[in-house]
């Protein structure tokens, strides 16, 4: 059985960093990507960045200089480095490993799914 794991989120000011950590275990993920999406009160999961299993990044505009997404292959591992936090990156983070071959932005292209960790940004 697959399962997503995150852990790390917390309460932190505004300027602050946090470091978000993923572990996927059941299965080895040797053609995926991993991601992290977020979904604040009211709105809709958006993405935020991807690793692919070469180790190709790619971030959301908003996060962009701010966040850094890594993976360790041999852990089924993924974190997010999260810095210069701002109030409006408060949101659940939900890590996800995509479909095999994909590299997507797209959460339809994710089959797993962890449950979420909260971060809450105060300003």
């Known amino acids: 059985q697959v399962r997503v794991v995150e852990s790390g989120g917390g309460l932190v000011q505004a300027g602050g960093s946090l470091r978000l950590s993923c572990l996927a275990s059941g299965r080895t993920f040797s053609s995926n990507s991993m991601a992290w999406f977020r979904q604040a009160p009211g709105k809709q999961r958006d993405f935020v960045a991807y690793?692919?299993?070469?180790?190709?990044?790619y971030y959301a505009d908003p996060v962009k200089g701010r966040f850094t997404i890594s993976r360790d292959n041999a852990k089924n591992t993924a974190n997010l480095q999260m810095n210069s936090l701002k109030s409006e990156d408060t949101a659940v983070y939900f890590c996800?490993?995509?479909?095999?071959?994909?590299?997507?932005?797209?959460?339809?292209?994710?089959?797993?799914w962890g449950q979420g960790t909260q971060v809450t940004v105060s300003s």
């Open positions: 996800a490993a995509s479909r095999p071959g994909y590299a997507s932005t797209q959460s339809r292209d994710y089959d797993y």
């Open positions: 690793v692919t299993w070469s180790g190709i990044t």
